[in-house]
C-alpha cells in the first residue's frame, strides 16, 4: 500500500515531441505528489508537485496532471528538448504529519532524440 | 551558498570493512535523510532523522548505521553486514513545521562499489 508504481522506465522522444510519464498509488492518505528531475552524477531537485485539491498544474514547459479517484498522476513534458533528457522519479507522502516521509517511484529515464 | 555537501563523491570497500559516507547540510534543516539508488529501482530510504540524537530506521536500514550528534550532520556507515553496498547513496534534508510541502534538498551522491 506503500508503494508508487511508475511507468515507463524508460522513454525516448523526439525533439520537440510530448514526454508522458504515470505514476499511481495505493494509499489514499497520500496528499503530496513531488515530481524530482535528476541528471547523471548529481542527486535529484524538485520539479514540480501537486495537491490533490487541484487536477493540473503547469510550470513552464512542464504540467503535472492529477486524478484523485483513479489514485493516478502523470508529468506531461510538452516542447521535449535535449535539455530535458535525464531520470524522473515521482514520489507522494502524507502532508499532515508535518515531516516529509517520501515514497518514490522507480524512475523513468527520458531521452530527447535529435 | 547553502547546500548538502556529500564526501566522498567515490568510495571503495574492501571485503569486511566498515566505511563511512559524510553528509553535511547548511541549510539549518531539522530533517536528514538517507537513501540507497539502483538502477530500476528508485530511491530506497535507509535512515531519517528529525532532530538531533534521534532517528528511525527507514525501509532497508539492515547493515547500515547512522548518528545525529550535530543538527548539520548526518554520517551513514556501511557495515560489513551489508552484503550488497555498491549503489549510487543519496543524502537530504529538508525543514520541519514549515508547510509540508517544503522539498527535499539532495546532496550530489557518493557512489560506493566492492574492490
Known amino acids: 500500500q506503500q508503494q508508487v508504481k511508475q511507468s515507463p522506465q524508460s522513454l525516448i522522444v523526439q525533439k520537440g515531441g510530448i514526454s508522458i510519464i504515470n505514476c499511481a498509488y495505493e494509499?489514499?492518505?497520500?496528499?503530496?505528489f513531488p515530481w524530482y528531475q535528476q541528471f547523471p552524477g548529481k542527486g535529484p531537485a524538485l520539479l514540480i508537485a501537486?495537491?490533490?485539491?487541484?487536477s493540473e498544474k503547469k510550470e513552464g514547459r512542464f504540467t503535472i496532471s492529477f486524478n484523485k479517484s483513479a489514485k493516478q498522476f502523470s508529468l506531461h513534458i510538452l516542447d521535449s528538448q535535449a535539455g530535458v533528457s535525464g531520470t524522473y522519479f515521482c514520489?507522494?507522502?502524507?502532508?499532515?504529519?508535518?515531516?516529509?516521509?517520501?515514497?518514490f517511484g522507480t524512475g523513468t529515464r527520458l531521452l530527447v532524440s535529435p | 551558498d547553502g547546500g548538502i555537501t556529500q564526501s566522498p563523491k567515490y568510495l571503495f570497500r574492501k571485503e569486511g570493512q566498515n566505511v563511512t559516507l559524510s553528509c553535511e547540510q547548511n541549510?539549518?534543516?531539522?530533517?536528514m535523510y538517507w537513501y540507497r539508488q539502483d538502477p530500476g529501482q528508485g530511491l530506497r530510504l535507509i535512515y531519517y532523522?528529525?532532530?538531533?540524537?534521534?532517528?528511525q530506521k527507514g525501509d532497508i536500514a539492515e547493515g547500515y548505521s547512522v548518528s545525529r550528534e550535530k543538527k548539520e550532520s548526518f554520517p551513514l556507515t556501511v557495515t560489513s553486514a551489508q552484503k550488497n553496498p555498491t549503489a549510487f547513496y543519496l543524502c537530504?534534508?529538508?525543514?520541519?513545521?514549515?508547510?509540508?510541502?517544503?522539498?527535499?534538498?539532495f546532496g550530489d551522491g557518493t557512489r560506493l562499489s566492492i574492490l
Open positions: 537530504a534534508s529538508t525543514s520541519i513545521g514549515a508547510p509540508f510541502n517544503q522539498p527535499q534538498h
Open positions: 494509499n489514499t492518505a497520500f496528499d503530496y
Open positions: 501537486i495537491r490533490p485539491d487541484v
Open positions: 514520489a507522494a507522502t502524507e502532508g499532515n504529519t508535518g515531516f516529509q516521509k517520501l515514497v
Open positions: 541549510l539549518n534543516h531539522d530533517a
Open positions: 532523522s528529525q532532530i538531533v540524537n534521534d532517528f
